[in-house]
């Protein structure tokens, strides 16, 4: 098929979806409430529905704390939207059974779906520290790592966010830092003050590509990292703590299952051996290489629940440690969110990886 063609495709569908859940959500909840469906009504619901892609385009060429602020309410809006529909298919479900006051259960819904919006909300503007030891070969001494990923600054995750994140991080006093991918989100104006208090970073500290640098450009994401200092992997190695660091880009092919650079890469086995790979992928082609750990990101363990289980269709190593072969694969959920700023089921993390000698 056309890839044009492709993308129309998509976009007329998933245009279709999104002003479907707001039909559904405002009619539905206007005839429990018996709110009358006036042209006010529907302007209301347009104006709500296009807020969202209207803040998404002008943020891309507008800076401004209002435009920021807007961007801001409306990607919260669309959680807020997916709890209300949610909340409305388990009403359709229960209304089948038992016979309800539909004006006491409007009034219900809305109060269980503000809730849930707020508790995720300010679930999502704290960040977690998990902390786990993984038992290395050939490792001469222990060594400290912090794992930061997905922390997708932009708009609503700032320089302000990444600065706390990196006095976390100091905190912690690693041995190293490796960030592994979607540093960036791709929503908003990026310049070098986005990505500054990377400077603060007192661990040295390493970074490789996600499929959010590729959305808002490589180049442009390599030129401001690596004015931070952080050293850039880009299908490359390096020695570090006695420690080969691995850093391969992003797949170009969305969902691939497998890694095919890391087997045109010159890795020597019998050196402690750490990838970063930004999709929980391609553990056997790793293991073959001769990697003891390999630390990926990108599902954010769904970010919001149920999406955990949706996820983890494409993902099945949607979140945590695993051991394949006895090559372990590390999946961060996350250090920030992407589109509305919740976190349901899932919490913001720094991860600390304590390799200690086997």
Do not use: C
Request: hydrophobic share 50%; proline share 5%.
């Amino acid at each position: 098929m056309n890839r044009v063609l492709g993308f129309f495709i998509f976009l007329f569908v998933f245009l279709a979806a999104y002003l479907g859940m707001h039909f559904y959500v405002f009619t539905r909840l206007g005839g429990l409430l018996a709110i009358r469906r006036t042209l006010a009504f529907y302007l209301v619901m347009v104006f709500v529905a296009i807020l969202f892609p209207t803040a998404s385009i002008a943020e891309r060429y507008f800076d401004g704390s209002f435009l920021r602020a807007i961007y801001a309410v409306s990607a919260a809006w669309l959680g807020i939207l997916f709890f209300a529909l949610v909340a409305l298919v388990f009403y359709e479900i229960f209304h089948l059974f038992v016979k309800t006051q539909s004006r006491v259960t409007g009034i219900v819904i809305i109060a269980i779906v503000t809730l849930v919006s707020l508790y995720a909300i300010v679930n999502a503007m704290f960040i977690n520290v998990k902390t786990f030891e993984i038992p290395i070969a050939n490792l001469d001494k222990p060594v400290s790592i912090v794992q930061i990923s997905d922390l997708h600054i932009g708009t609503i995750h700032n320089s302000a966010y990444l600065e706390n994140v990196v006095k976390k991080v100091n905190g912690l006093n690693p041995d190293m830092v490796l960030i592994t991918g979607d540093l960036v989100d791709g929503t908003g104006p990026l310049n070098l003050k986005s990505l500054l208090p990377l400077k603060e970073l007192k661990p040295k500290s390493f970074f490789t590509t996600g499929n959010h640098e590729q959305y808002e450009g490589v180049d442009k994401v390599i030129v401001l990292v690596r004015q931070t200092g952080v050293q850039i992997l880009r299908d490359e190695i390096a020695d570090y703590q006695g420690i080969q660091i691995v850093g391969i880009d992003n797949p170009v092919a969305e969902f691939a299952k497998s890694n095919a650079v890391i087997e045109k890469m010159q890795i020597d086995k019998s050196k402690p051996t750490v990838l970063m790979f930004h999709p929980p992928q391609g553990l056997s082609e790793a293991n073959k290489a001769g990697v003891d750990l390999q630390l990926s990101g990108h599902t954010h363990n769904g970010q919001i629940f149920p999406f955990n289980f949706l996820v983890k269709l494409f993902y099945p190593m949607v979140k945590g440690l695993y051991n394949v072969n006895g090559t372990y694969l590390y999946t961060s959920p996350g250090t920030g969110t992407w589109g509305p700023p919740m976190r349901l089921g899932s919490r913001n993390e720094i991860t600390v990886i304590r390799l200690v000698p086997k």
